[in-house]
């Protein structure tokens, strides 16, 4: 479970009324029983639950089980999409790895709006499931065009529907330890925008087949592709 609190050997951890539940009721569990913690930042510990009420319950902090690891740092930029399958971005990015997702602004973005608030708690909870020991943000959402300008030092692999882009086999080849995958909105990059992107010196455009896939599949795909010829 995901506790945003420091950690230390005989430290009390209080998880709150929604965590509670969940142990006492779905997991039957209750004072004297083990479980993991994590915080996204001190690696994994096993506590033991000291005491149980429905509003919160107590864990003592017993030993540490897991340290930090070195994670890849793979961001990923999408232009938000409609509400559940933007959820599916968000849960399925965790599980693959993503250090940080980056909703970008285009020019056919249709739904501009998101609730970060939402969408880390998502992140969370598929973090929790995953076993994660980090746990990715979410940034704010910012136009493409300055988000290309926040980009020195990070190549760009973006998924580019066009036509004219190399096969992922090939592009990915050259694929650089820290990276951001780029996807555009429902109706695709402008002409403009795919320019902008092509004239950054280390940007990849990269095509995901013949097919036109919507922006979830395609952030699926291209994170699996990059993922097993890069990540962990
Ligand atoms: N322009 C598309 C159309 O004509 O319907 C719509 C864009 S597609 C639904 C959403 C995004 O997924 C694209 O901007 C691109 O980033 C990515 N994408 C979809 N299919 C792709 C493909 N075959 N190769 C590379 N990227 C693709």
Known sequence: LYCDQAFSEGAIAV???AQAHYLGTVLRM??????RLFNGREGEWRGEIISHSRKHTDVKLVEPLRAMSE????AL???PIRRHRTSFIFEKGTELGVSRFE????ARTQFPKLSLEKAQAQIIEAAEQTERLDVPNVCKPVRLLDWIGMQAGRQ???ADEAGD???AREALKSGQPRATLLIGPEGGFTEDERQALRQQESVLSVSLGPRILRADTAALSLLTLWQSLHGD
């Open 165 to 167: 882009a190399l096969p």
């Open 77 to 79: 930029a999408f232009a």
């Open 71 to 74: 994670v890849p740092d793979i």
């Open 156 to 158: 760009i692999i973006f």
């Open 103 to 106: 909703p970008v602004i285009t």
């Open 15 to 17: 998880l709150p009324k």
């Open 30 to 35: 209750g004072v004297g029983d083990s479980l």
